[in-house]
């Protein structure tokens, strides 16, 4: 078989049955060994071209050096026109049991980025670990990156035991530890092996230097891997990308389009229509250029199809039949890594784009961030920066239908646009009605805010509280705000205590001081979701203050929220 038939992806067809290809990613931290176990599976499994082996180590021999597996993938990238089996990033290879493609991530970040927005895919992966280096951060990073990918099958791969002796104490307690931290991030390994990948030591059978091991061997393991079930046999899901109507006068009948991207949908069927939660059933499916309207649409298909009920609904959201809904929220748990060269911030807002789904996000919590230059974990950051990988809360303005860490392709994974450029991505892991409480290790304030809707906010008009022309417009702001969906709360004078506390429940406090009021300033400064804005009427404002004229243009008031909108003070 070519090698290019996998690459197609459409499976081989030289007349035997069709071959299963599975993609594998191999992840480990430099130098331990990536490339000569990729080398040792291409020699090992017969893949390699008649007599690459060698010449490829007689190449060596004639230039002096020592012969590496890894150069081997070299070699054949150097040959791509040969029926060869690598490009840059993926080798290929074949088992009597299936097709394997390799992608072996050098740089894990340009890996993630493809990852996350569709550009590659593993089903699989094996993390590899050097023996004699024992477990690195990197190791932790990336066993971390690939629990956030959803790749839940995972072989633990711990390399270069001829430098341990091979001895069974050293390969414990590394296989010991690196279990116990998977099992923090809910990863499982299926099997950890102990291999030599220069020496071929149990990589495609069994080892005589390691006669205490008693598990598979690498390619057994990988082997025994199974494939996710074909995208039709999943629940139905249509993120809806538009909805058309019917082009003829006193037809008032729509057509909702978008592409199945996985189950299959039949005429007649009751579906469901997620965030809204409208229900119909299956009129018709239209065949664009078909002879015959089709009955059944199946996964892979773009379609249009029209309803029994003249139902209004929108792009973004996911149909799906009545009994296997996605799952609705705006409070979202979410696995992300940020690509961003600004870093993510509380208080910003930021666009979620999730199937065909938009809506703007804020960061409600932060739970955990593994940061990328000191390769820690850290629960005590507040903004996730570039590179880093985080465990976040999201609230998200509108409720998004979505499905989790990859149950399903396409509805499970979302990118953050910030922006024009995708600045980060990940997968939801939980998603609440609105942001839930008590659970450990949440923000209390910066959920309040979230639940809000809007940031705490002081604002402090500047003169006499006397003023009846102030008071009326510390009223009429309070109303307006009320009106609009905010807690708000207007009060003359505020101790530092008080105003810190009502800042601290998440409040717009309205008051009017005629003193610098100090105590107010720290009040607001104290807490980190909470902002004073101080206006002034009429009079001489400084750089920071909003200014308010009472002359001419806008009423007060009106000014005033423009001015308080504009600081992204306000719900939106
Ligand atoms: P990068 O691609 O640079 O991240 O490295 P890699 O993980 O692909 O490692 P590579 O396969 O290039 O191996 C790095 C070095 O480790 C080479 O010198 C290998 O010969 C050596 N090495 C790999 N496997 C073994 C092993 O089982 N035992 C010993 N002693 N050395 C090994
Ligand atoms: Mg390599």
Redesign the pocket.
């Known amino acids: 078989m070519q090698a290019s038939d996998a690459r197609d992806g459409a499976g081989p067809d030289d007349g035997a049955a069709i071959r299963e290809t599975m993609n594998i990613v191999i992840v ?12 040792r599976l291409l020699a090992d499994t017969g893949t390699l071209p008649k007599g690459k082996l060698e010449s490829v180590k007689a190449t060596c021999d004639r230039t002096g050096k ?1 012969f ?3 150069f081997l993938l070299d070699a054949l990238e150097a040959e791509q026109d040969q029926g060869i089996t690598i490009d840059a990033a993926r080798v290929f290879f074949r088992t009597d049991r299936r097709d394997y493609i390799i992608i ?1 991530a ?1 740089g894990h970040i340009e890996f993630l980025k493809n990852m996350v927005t569709g550009a590659a895919r593993a089903e699989a992966a094996i993390l ?1 670990i ?3 280096e024992g477990v690195q951060e990197n190791s932790r990073r990336h066993g971390y990156l690939l629990a956030m990918l959803g790749i839940r099958q995972v072989v633990v791969v711990v ?5 341990v002796g091979y001895s069974r104490d050293a390969f414990v307690d590394i296989a010991q530890e690196y279990r116990r931290f998977l099992a923090e991030i809910d990863v499982t390994p299926q099997h950890i092996i102990p ?5 071929g ?1 149990l990589i495609t059978g069994a080892s005589a230097q390691m006669p205490w091991y008693d598990g598979p061997a690498v390619l057994e393991a990988i082997d025994a891997f199974e494939k996710q079930p074909a995208r039709h046999d999943l629940p139905l899901r249509v993120p809806v990308q538009d909805v058309y109507k019917w082009g003829h006068r006193g037809d008032d009948r729509r057509i909702v389009a978008g592409r199945v991207e996985s189950g299959r949908v039949r005429v007649g069927d009751e579906v469901l229509f997620s965030p809204s939660g409208k229900r119909s059933r299956i009129a018709s499916i239209e065949g664009f250029n078909l002879p015959a309207p089709p009955q059944e649409v199946v996964a892979g298909r773009s379609t249009g199809v029209t309803l029994t009920e003249q139902l209004y609904v929108e792009r973004g959201e996911i149909m799906s039949h009545v009994d296997h809904p996605p799952s609705v929220g705006s409070g979202l748990r979410v696995k992300l890594f940020w690509l961003g060269r600004k870093p993510m911030t509380r208080g910003r807002s930021y666009k979620l784009k999730l199937a065909t789904a938009e809506t703007a996000v804020s960061i409600a919590a932060i739970h955990r961030v593994l940061d990328a230059s000191e390769l820690g974990s850290s629960t005590g950051k507040d903004r996730v920066e570039r590179h880093d990988v985080a465990d976040l809360e999201l609230h998200a303005r509108k409720p998004v239908a979505l499905d989790l860490a990859h149950e399903i392709e396409g509805t499970s994974r979302f990118v953050i646009v910030d922006g024009f450029d995708i600045a980060g991505g990940g997968i939801v892991s939980e998603v609440f009605d609105g942001p839930a409480l008590g659970q450990a290790a949440r923000d209390a304030s910066a959920l309040r805010r979230a639940r809000l809707g809007h940031p705490a906010t002081l604002v402090l008009i500047a003169g006499d509280p006397e003023a009846p022309e102030l008071r009326d417009l510390g009223r009429a702001l309070e109303r307006r705000l009320l009106d609009g969906g905010h807690h708000a709360y207007a009060a003359l004078g505020l101790s530092h205590g008080a105003a810190r506390a009502l800042l601290d429940a998440g409040l717009v406090i309205i008051t009017i001081d005629d003193a610098d009021a100090p105590a107010l300033h720290a009040a607001a400064e104290e807490l980190r979701d909470a902002a004073l804005a101080r206006v002034v009427v009429d009079g001489e404002p400084g750089p920071e203050d909003i200014s308010i004229q009472t002359g001419a243009g806008a009423p007060p008031v009106e000014q005033l929220l423009v001015a308080l909108a504009e600081r992204g003070r306000l719900r939106s």
């Open positions: 480990g931290h430099v130098d331990h060994g990536k490339s000569t176990l990729v080398g020592v590496e597996y890894a072996d050098p590899l050097d023996a004699a390399n270069k035991m001829d430098l291999v030599s990948a220069r020496a030591e």
